[in-house]
Nanobody, 124 residues
């Protein structure tokens, strides 16, 4: 059974950093590009970043470009989202999911089964 588990969230002050992890099990991890999504309070879930199967291609939403960096370690079946210079607007629940392809606009697969996500709160 394909499963992705997010971790690494927490409470951080503005300007701080966090590294989120997305660990997989139950499938051949490097067969899939991975996307990160977040849902801010009262807003719809949005795609913010993605990485290709090999890790050679990454894309970022304008809201996080230059501050977030996505990488993957296929040997460890894990994707990492390094988040720097965090802002209160980054607050939300962060999810990872397999996607069809890593393009400028990050879109989940139809019928994606979302995990619990990991909460990120940026506040002083």
């Amino acid at each position: 059974q394909l499963q992705l588990v997010e971790s690494g969230g927490g409470l951080v002050q503005p300007g701080g950093s966090l590294r989120l992890s997305c660990a997989s099990s139950g499938f051949t991890f490097n067969d899939y590009p991975i996307g990160w999504f977040r849902q801010a309070p009262g807003k719809e879930r949005e795609g913010i970043s993605c990485i290709s199967r090999s890790g050679g291609i990454t894309n970022y939403a304008d809201s996080v470009k230059g501050r977030f960096t996505l990488s993957r370690d296929n040997a460890k079946n894990t994707v990492y989202l390094q988040m720097n210079s965090l802002k209160p607007a980054d607050t939300g629940i962060y999810y990872c999911a397999t996607i069809l392809t890593c393009q400028r606009t990050v879109v989940p697969r139809s019928g994606t089964s979302w995990g619990q996500g990991t909460q990120v709160t940026v506040s002083s």
